[in-house]
């Protein structure tokens, strides 16, 4: 397996729930399961996970999109990042929740540079907070088919 930069990079070796319990470490790992089974009972019937390779760059990545992108599940070493792009109509959403997230999530967001298509909010999902934060931002993307949002 290639490495760069702490991520699964090479395009021959796709991603299986091996690789990537062993990537991510026993807590990363149990966060993506937890934050991919909430999706799963939030939106049941929504979407589709999908491994995307993005380059030697970029590496292997799990993007949730239905019409629009969701969210992408970043397997980094010992590490899981959440990106989440937020428009302009959910930053202006987020302002109405802002006080909702932890202190830590409301300075990624401050500090994510505002680009054409939206911010490209990148959050590691390391405790039950960021998970609750995490679940929260995805609300505003797409509300929920069953509200278990505060259940993380």
Known sequence: MTELKNRLTDPNCFPDEETLAAWLGDKPYQFW???SDLIEKSY???????????????????????????CTFVPEREKFM????????????FESI?????PGTQK??????????GKWLAL?????QS???????????RK?????????
């Open 33 to 35: 399961k937890d934050l």
């Open 44 to 70: 049941p019937g929504v979407f589709v996970p999908e491994w995307i390779f993005g380059g030697r760059k970029h590496g292997w990545s799990l993007r949730y999109k239905r019409s629009k992108s969701f």
């Open 82 to 93: 959440l990106v989440i792009v937020l428009g302009k109509d959910e930053r202006e959403a």
């Open 98 to 102: 802002r006080t909702k997230v932890s």
């Open 108 to 117: 990624i967001y401050d500090d994510t540079t505002t680009y054409h298509d």
């Open 124 to 128: 590691t999902l390391d405790s039950k």
């Open 131 to 141: 998970l609750k934060d995490a679940l929260r931002l995805l609300g505003i993307k």
């Open 144 to 152: 929920p088919k069953n509200a278990i949002q505060g259940q993380a």
